[in-house]
């Protein structure tokens, strides 16, 4: 059983923060918002818990399988695999107390992989959801051998995001070359967002928690004077005039807007855990960590609120504050479905036609892996195509040609679970 799972669990998931005792359930649905219904379609049958939502119709989302990579390679943890843009036998993984591998995916039998940067000495992992959390090479990589690195620190408790450079050969990164681009304090171990990710426009995108303990104590999430609770937009291939080291490009949405720290693009974002953009359309797709109830996929857009902490997925939150507008999720999931999302991506690979547009994201206590299509605007019904109980999915990334791979922890979140990579094959 998927609960059983998650009930046995002895430490709480990577991204979850366990509801207090005290804490109020976010009230009943009635009068949340609706997607109208597809015209001509009947409405998918809603339950007490689950509003109508009137789902698109599309082409079938196709079965599949996690076929194993790399199964004798020692893993600490992985939370990222980043492919070298132009060299299939390089994947980097990322494992969450502070180091980098590089491996060559399709090596069967390799037993250890080069450490291409190892800076535990840095990283503060004591928390569960604490550590090395994401990389990404700079949009011109490996012209320009910028690896970026977003991880949190010790005394004091803080969020760091750092360019390195990157060795010509591509197998190691200097760590004396760190150069700190900006840091965020962390008030709490828990919540500290981590998904790093370059824009078709070549700016960085950076999303940070709410700063953590439970349902955002400190209202981070519509306070435009944090970047907790946001996801933000830096130009990091020019320094400021003050001597930042990065700028804020003049079109973001906050720009000018008194109170507001002119890096938010958008708000209202609890924690995701993971981003990334489809490269064919652009969208920015997360996941939205929920609180008790609710778990959440989005289209981050410029300006945006999400509305965390005054709604949690399509439903109000008590306890919260915020002025609307908001915008709502694309698709979400209850508790009886899984803990704690984990963002994915869009499928723009060629080895399985039928998941090409496809949407996948998983949970990281269920195990479960979904897709879904975006119709005219409208998601279609989401659809299990895979369960892997007992895999804690961290990641959904991608290789040169499309085929995604996941990163997780076999077994449960221990420390002492060895962690594990997946690709993604058509069932059989
Ligand atoms: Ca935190
Ligand atoms: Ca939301």
Not at 42 to 49: C, I, K, L, N, V
Not at 92 to 110: S, W
Not at 240 to 247: H, L, N
Not at 402 to 420: H, Y
Request: aromatic letters at 8%; a neutral charge; proline letters at 8%.
């Amino acid at each position: 059983m998927l609960t059983s799972i998650a009930l046995s669990l002895v430490a709480l998931p990577l991204q979850f923060a366990a509801p207090t005792a005290q804490e109020a359930k976010p009230a009943a649905p009635a009068g949340a918002p609706q997607a109208a219904p597809q015209r001509g379609k009947a409405r998918p049958r809603a339950t007490a818990q689950e509003p109508e939502r009137g789902y698109a119709e599309g082409p079938a989302i196709p079965k599949l399988r996690f076929a194993r990579i790399l199964p004798e390679l020692p893993l600490v943890r992985p939370v990222q695999t980043l492919q070298h843009p132009k060299d299939a036998t390089k994947l980097y993984i990322v494992e969450q107390p502070g180091r980098i591998l590089v491996a060559d995916p399709a090596k069967a039998d390799a037993k250890e992989a080069p450490v291409a940067l190892d800076i535990r000495e840095r990283v503060n992992d004591g928390g569960n959801e604490e550590g090395l959390l994401s990389i990404a090479f700079h949009p011109k990589f490996p012209e320009k051998r910028e690896l970026y690195a977003y991880y949190t620190a010790a005394k004091p408790r803080r969020s760091v995001l750092s360019r390195f450079t990157v060795a010509e050969d591509g197998m190691t990164v200097d760590p004396a070359s760190e150069q700190v681009v900006l840091v965020q304090s962390q008030p709490y171990s828990n919540h500290n967002g981590g998904s790093v990710v370059f824009g078709p426009d070549g700016y960085l995108y950076l999303s940070f928690g709410d700063g953590g303990a439970a349902n955002d104590p400190h209202h981070y999430g519509q306070d435009m004077s944090s970047w907790l609770g946001k996801v933000i937009r830096i130009d990091v291939n020019a320094s400021a005039a003050d001597g930042t080291p990065y700028s804020v490009p003049a079109d973001n949405p906050f720009v000018g807007k008194q109170g507001a720290k002119p890096e938010i693009w958008a708000l209202g974002t609890r924690n995701i855990w993971r981003m990334a953009f489809d490269p064919k359309t652009g969208d920015l797709w997360a996941g939205d960590v929920g609180q008790n109830e609710w778990e959440e996929i989005s289209l981050i857009v410029k300006g945006g609120n999400y509305g965390w902490n005054a709604r949690e997925g399509f439903h109000p939150f008590a306890g919260g504050k915020g002025e609307g507008p908001f915008i709502e999720p694309v698709v979400e999931y209850h508790h009886r479905e899984g803990m704690s999302v984990t963002g994915g991506r869009v499928y723009r690979g060629n080895a399985i036609p039928a998941l090409h547009g496809v949407y996948l994201y998983a949970d990281f206590v269920s195990g479960n892996l979904w897709g879904i299509r975006m119709v005219d605007g409208k998601p279609t019904k989401p659809f299990v195509c895979a369960r892997k109980g007992g895999l804690m999915i961290a990641s959904i990334d991608e290789l040169l040609d499309g085929t995604l791979v996941v990163s997780g922890f076999d077994g449960g979140q221990e420390r002492s679970n060895p962690g594990s990579l997946w690709v993604l094959r058509a069932a059989e």
